[in-house]
C-alpha cells in the first residue's frame, strides 16, 4: 500500500466543507483512499457503475436521508447528473441541523460533467481537490526510475514485470478511447483520438502547434483545439502556459503541452522497458514532464506553474510561484553532470527568481556558478512542500 499525500488534504476538506469532490482519471486510485477514509468515520459507500448501488437511489432523497448522520461516498458520480439538486437540498438542511461538514464525498474520473453539474447546483457547498497518479516523492529513491517508465497508475507502477505494466497501460488506454470517452460525450472516433495522443507523446514537452497537428490529422486547428480541450478536461494532459509579464522582452506566446503520466506517454510510444526507453529521443522530454508532475504535485496550495522563452532564446524549462512568493527558476537535465545554457541565465536575469534550481538524476545536491543549485528531484520536491 502507497501512502498517498493527499489523503490528509482529504481529511482537513471532509471537515470543513460539506461536500468534497474528489478528481482525477480513472484507475488513479480515488476509490480506495475514499474506503480508506470511510473506515475512519460513519460512512456508506455507493459506486454508481453498479446497477445494484444505482437501484438503491431510485428514490435518492428518501435513501440519502435515512443516512444522514454519516459521510456518503458516491463513487462515478457523473453517471447520475439527477443527484447534484438532490444534494443540494440535503446539505442546506443538514447544515440548518447543525451539521456543517462532512456530508458528501463524490468521485469523479473527469472534470467535465462533474465541474458542470455541481457548478451549477452546489456553488459555496462543495470544495474541489485533483488526485494525481503516484509522484517521486511518495515512492522510496531507488523506485525512481521505475516510477517515471511505467508511470504513477498504481496498477502498473506495482506490476510484477514491466511486461504486465505496459499490457496494463495499453488496455487503460483502449477502455479510453472506446469506453470512457464515449460516455461522457464526445462522440470522437477513437482511433482519430488515439492518433493526437500519441502525437502529443512524441512532441513531450514541445510548444503546441495546433496548425501542424491539424494538417497530420486532416482537420481543422479548431477541432484540434477541441480535442486538446478534451484531454486536459480529462486530467490526462497538461497544457503549461507561458510566463506573461513586462518584461520588455518579446515572449512566446504557445503553451508546451505534456502528457501528464510519463508511463501512458510510454505506452503510446510502444516504450516497454528501460532499455528501450533510453535508446529513444524522447527519453530527455519524458524526463522534463516527469518532474514537471512531481514538482507541481509537491507545490503549496495555489502555486502558478508556467514555463518561460523569449523570441531571442532566453529559456527556463518551469516556473513555479508559490503564493505570496517570487518565482522559483527550475531547469531539468536528464544528466548526472548538468550544464546550463546561456539561455537560462538570461532569462534569470530577466526575472530576478527567487531560487535558481536545476533538477539531475543524481543524489546529491551542489552548487553551480550564478546562485544555481543542482538538486535531486526528490530534495527539490521536498524544498517546494516544505514552503
Given at each position: 500500500?502507497?501512502?498517498?499525500?493527499?489523503?490528509?488534504?482529504l481529511?482537513?476538506?471532509?471537515?470543513?466543507s460539506?461536500?468534497v469532490?474528489?478528481l482525477?482519471?480513472?484507475?488513479?486510485g480515488?476509490?480506495?483512499?475514499?474506503?480508506?477514509?470511510?473506515?475512519?468515520?460513519?460512512?456508506?459507500?455507493?459506486?454508481?457503475?453498479?446497477?445494484a448501488?444505482?437501484?438503491k437511489?431510485?428514490?435518492?432523497?428518501?435513501y440519502?436521508?435515512?443516512?444522514?448522520?454519516?459521510?456518503?461516498i458516491?463513487?462515478?458520480v457523473?453517471r447520475?447528473?439527477?443527484?447534484?439538486q438532490i444534494?443540494?437540498?440535503?446539505i442546506d438542511?443538514?447544515?440548518r441541523?447543525?451539521r456543517?461538514?462532512g456530508?458528501f464525498l463524490?468521485l469523479g474520473s473527469a472534470?467535465?460533467?462533474?465541474?458542470?453539474?455541481?457548478?451549477e447546483?452546489?456553488?459555496?457547498?462543495?470544495?474541489?481537490?485533483e488526485?494525481q497518479p503516484?509522484?517521486?516523492?511518495?515512492v522510496?529513491a531507488d523506485?525512481?526510475?521505475?516510477?517515471w517508465l511505467?508511470g504513477g497508475?498504481?496498477d502498473s507502477f506495482l506490476?510484477?514485470?514491466?511486461r504486465?505494466?505496459?499490457?496494463?497501460r495499453q488496455?487503460?488506454?483502449?477502455?479510453?478511447?472506446e469506453?470512457?470517452?464515449?460516455?461522457l460525450?464526445p462522440?470522437?472516433?477513437a482511433?482519430?483520438?488515439?492518433?493526437?495522443w500519441?502525437?502529443l507523446?512524441?512532441?513531450q514537452s514541445?510548444?503546441l502547434?495546433?496548425a501542424?497537428?491539424?494538417?497530420s490529422l486532416g482537420?481543422d486547428?479548431?477541432?484540434v483545439s477541441?480535442?486538446l480541450d478534451l484531454?486536459?478536461?480529462?486530467l490526462?494532459?497538461?497544457?503549461?502556459?507561458p510566463?506573461?509579464?513586462?518584461?520588455?522582452k518579446?515572449?512566446?506566446k504557445s503553451?508546451?503541452?505534456?502528457v501528464?503520466?510519463?508511463g501512458?506517454?510510454?505506452?503510446?510510444?510502444?516504450?516497454g522497458?528501460?532499455?528501450h526507453?533510453l535508446?529513444?529521443?524522447i527519453?530527455?522530454s519524458?524526463?522534463?514532464g516527469?518532474?514537471?508532475e512531481?514538482?507541481?504535485?509537491?507545490s503549496?496550495?495555489?502555486?502558478?506553474?508556467?514555463?518561460?522563452?523569449t523570441?531571442a532564446?532566453a529559456?527556463?524549462?518551469?516556473?513555479?510561484?508559490?503564493?505570496?512568493q517570487?518565482?522559483?527558476?527550475?531547469?531539468?537535465?536528464?544528466s548526472?553532470?548538468?550544464?546550463?545554457?546561456?539561455?537560462?541565465?538570461?532569462?534569470?536575469?530577466?526575472?530576478q527568481?527567487q531560487?535558481?534550481?536545476v533538477?539531475?538524476?543524481g543524489?546529491e545536491?551542489?552548487?553551480?556558478?550564478?546562485?544555481?543549485?543542482?538538486?535531486?528531484?526528490?530534495?527539490?520536491?521536498?524544498l517546494?512542500r516544505?514552503?
Open positions: 500500500m502507497i501512502k498517498r499525500r493527499i489523503e490528509a488534504k481529511q482537513h476538506l471532509l471537515d470543513e460539506p461536500a469532490a474528489l482525477g482519471p480513472r484507475q488513479v480515488k476509490t480506495t483512499l475514499a474506503i480508506n477514509i470511510g473506515e475512519t468515520r460513519p460512512s456508506i459507500y455507493l459506486d454508481l457503475e453498479s446497477e448501488d444505482r437501484a437511489l431510485s428514490e435518492p432523497e428518501l440519502l436521508a435515512s443516512h444522514d448522520d454519516k459521510l456518503v458516491l463513487d462515478e457523473h447520475l447528473p439527477d443527484v447534484f444534494l443540494r437540498g440535503m438542511r443538514n447544515r441541523a447543525g456543517r461538514s456530508q463524490l472534470s467535465i460533467d462533474l465541474l458542470k453539474q455541481s457548478g447546483t452546489l456553488a459555496g457547498r462543495i470544495a474541489y481537490l488526485m503516484i509522484d517521486g516523492l511518495e522510496p523506485a525512481l526510475e521505475r516510477l511505467r497508475f498504481p506490476a510484477s514485470n514491466d504486465g505494466s505496459i499490457r496494463w488496455d487503460f488506454i483502449r477502455t479510453y478511447l469506453r470512457d470517452i464515449p460516455l460525450g462522440r470522437i472516433p482511433e482519430t483520438l488515439r492518433r493526437f500519441t502525437m507523446a512524441h512532441h514541445g510548444l502547434n495546433a501542424e497537428l491539424a494538417r482537420v486547428g479548431k477541432t477541441s480535442y484531454l486536459v478536461d480529462l490526462l494532459v497538461r497544457r503549461l502556459e510566463w506573461h509579464a513586462n518584461v520588455g518579446r515572449l512566446v503553451p508546451k503541452v505534456y501528464k503520466d510519463s501512458i506517454a510510454h505506452a503510446l510510444l510502444g516504450l522497458s528501460a532499455e526507453l535508446g529513444h529521443p527519453a530527455g519524458s524526463w522534463e516527469f518532474v514537471i512531481t514538482l507541481i504535485a509537491s503549496p496550495d495555489g502555486t502558478a506553474a508556467n514555463f518561460y522563452r523570441a532564446g529559456e527556463i524549462d518551469l516556473l513555479l510561484t508559490p503564493p505570496g517570487e518565482p522559483w527558476a527550475i531547469e531539468i537535465k536528464r548526472l553532470s548538468p550544464k546550463l545554457e546561456k539561455g537560462f541565465h538570461l532569462a534569470c536575469e530577466d526575472l527568481p531560487k535558481r534550481i533538477v539531475y538524476p543524489e545536491s551542489f552548487p553551480l556558478p550564478n546562485n544555481v543549485t543542482a538538486m535531486s528531484l526528490r530534495a527539490a520536491g521536498g517546494l516544505d514552503q
